[in-house]
């Protein structure tokens, strides 16, 4: 099942015609053909809504931009890159059009004080990204990219809060979410968005958005919206417990479609997965923790010989196309 979550602060503010948009990453999994991004910035004036509307914008199975510094509210220059991508443009073209064609209004008229990131993926499936930082976007700036994602902020506290991003992105195992939550929390630490530094915060508002390949793009595999926080409220880590909850919602509906049979279990244990899952490997460990096995899966069951294992507990980690899950069997 799709989820649809939101964090909903009842704060009102006024919305503000433009607003500077700080740290953000927009990335691909060429595996699952998931499409994510992930931001936070020291804004006020956008209330329970965030910025999530404000600078991002994700094409399911296509790719996605981020837009932000100096953007117009509505963001138009979003909105074009986005028809430039549907219309088969590819990033460092869209880019391009975007400097040619600022649409921005009268105020800031002008490229050079954009900020943008783009990922997506071409009619072959491969990823591209590009970027651009305008030389009027605020100190610190920087857009930097990978073969699969593109990190960018502006008035950062220096060049570590790009560099922690990669760092997590890059060094984090598992799903796209699991890769850009990890993102987000190198960035999570006082003045990340140097305006918030005397907050002790990172910023004031943070999102997480992923959709996979054959989402609605208005009903996203993952919706996780941080409205505007009080001074001194981490909105990162706020971010960070809705994720967590729901991954315990993801892997209790996970669990209901795998089969350990029977349990416990003296010689053969069964292990069979719903087709719809897209079973890849299991990995087996005992009480301790110690991995003890593990197996690529290419059929809907297996059938395990146990009868050398010793009596007690033991914990199978399924991996699947649609996240993973932890369930335990006993050796009698």
């Known amino acids: 099942m799709k989820k649809l979550l939101f964090l909903l602060w009842l704060i009102s503010f006024y919305l503000p015609s433009q607003a500077q948009d700080t740290f953000s990453i927009i990335a691909v999994d060429p595996s699952t053909g998931e499409i994510g991004s992930a931001g936070a910035s020291c804004v006020t004036g956008v209330g329970p809504s965030g910025i999530i509307d404000i600078i991002t914008k994700i094409i399911p199975g296509r790719g996605g931009v981020n837009s932000q510094a100096y953007v117009c509210i509505p963001n138009v220059n979003l909105n074009n890159a986005i028809d430039q991508m549907e219309n088969g443009a590819s990033p460092s073209e869209i880019i391009d059009y975007l400097l040619n064609n600022d649409a921005c209004g009268s105020q800031n008229f002008d490229p050079q004080f954009r900020q943008y990131g783009i990922a997506d993926f071409d009619t072959n499936g491969d990823p591209r990204t590009a970027g651009f930082t ?58 990340a968005d140097s305006r918030c530094l005397a907050d002790g915060t ?131």
């Open 202 to 332: 990172s910023s004031t508002t943070a999102y997480l958005l992923v959709y996979r390949p054959d989402d609605d793009p208005s009903d996203p595999y993952l919706r996780l919206n941080v409205g505007q926080q009080p001074p001194g409220t981490e909105p990162i880590d706020i971010l960070q417990d809705l994720y967590n909850n729901f991954l315990s919602t993801e892997s209790f509906e996970l669990q209901q479609q795998i089969q350990l049979y029977p349990n416990p279990a003296s010689n053969i244990l069964n292990l069979s997965v719903a087709p719809s899952l897209g079973w890849n490997s299991f990995e087996i460990f005992t009480l301790e923790g110690k991995k003890i096995y593990s197996q690529s899966v290419v059929k809907e069951s297996v059938s395990m010989d146990i009868s050398s294992y010793s009596e007690g507990m033991y914990f199978i980690t399924f991996q699947t196309q649609k996240g993973n899950t932890t369930l335990k069997f006993i050796k009698n």
């Open 134 to 191: 305008g030389n009027m976007a605020d100190d610190y700036k920087e857009d930097r990219q990978g073969a699969t994602y593109s990190v960018q902020g502006n008035i950062l506290l220096d060049a570590s809060v790009i560099d922690n991003m990669e760092d997590n992105f890059n060094n984090t195992t598992g799903t796209l979410a699991d890769k850009l939550m990890a993102a987000m929390q190198g960035a999570n630490f006082a003045g």
